[in-house]
């Protein structure tokens, strides 16, 4: 969360210079692409049971990584939507008084 530290408060009246400084923080952070959930197998009818099996230790395999590449990312995004939550409402406390 050391990028948010440079992100000045939203105040309603800093719109232009908090969004760019939040898309700046945005694309420092996000340095690796997202990963891609791998699809499940489904069993062809012509399939025998061994190769069926086969893909699916292959998927089990694959999930287990993408579960742990994914992990960080699910962290990143919740503390980041906090964090814009957290924001926002201070912002309409402000402009509501």
Do not use: H
Not at 19 to 30: G, N, R, S
Not at 46 to 55: D, L, Q, S
């Amino acid at each position: 969360m050391n990028l948010l530290n440079g992100i000045p408060e939203l105040d309603g009246r800093n719109y232009e210079k908090w969004y760019q400084k939040l898309e700046i923080a945005l694309a420092m952070a996000i340095n690796t692409p997202q990963p891609q959930e791998p699809e499940k197998p489904m069993r062809a009818q012509n399939e025998t049971v061994g190769a069926f099996t086969a893909r699916q230790k292959r998927y089990d395999e694959e999930k287990t990584l993408y579960d742990n590449e994914m992990a960080p990312w699910a962290d990143s995004n919740r503390k980041g939507k906090a964090d814009l939550c957290q924001e926002e409402e201070e912002e309409f406390k402000v402009a509501n008084g």
